[in-house]
């Protein structure tokens, strides 16, 4: 019996929509990510882009268990000495409230290039309107 190992041009991608609202992060999060990285299906290959593309709407609404709305910082660095940045998840969730649930699937896909090609199917709407109503996506 051999293993069997998906290919590139073999895979073909579905379309999944998330309700965000009073959903917990992280919970939300590992559902996106694992679906991202196709670890759902049984063709599941770790160096292969197997995964399928992500809908999350209503980003805005997400819930954060505990203290974390409170504690929660984010930080950037400009490359330069002092040039590092830390902003409050209440003022995030304000401006950009996609940044949140990107990040937390982000820290959930594996540090390598692969990674980079597999955030690019995760979309992420502030509001309950989403742009990928001819994909069909499946709810849920």
Known sequence: MKTYLA?????????????????????????????????HKPTYTPHVDTGDYVVVINASKVVLTGKKEETTEYMSFSGYVGGEKYRKLADVREQKPEFIIKQAVKGMLPKNRLAADMLTKLRVFPGATHDHEAQNPVKL
């Not at 991608?13 to 998330?18: C, D, N």
């Not at 959903?23 to 990510?33: E, Q, S």
Request: proline share 3%; net charge positive; glycine share 10%.
């Open 7 to 39: 290919k590139k041009e073999t895979v073909q991608p579905k379309w999944f929509l998330i309700d965000a609202e009073g959903k917990v992060l992280g919970r939300l999060a590992v559902k996106a990510a694992n679906i991202i990285r196709g670890r």
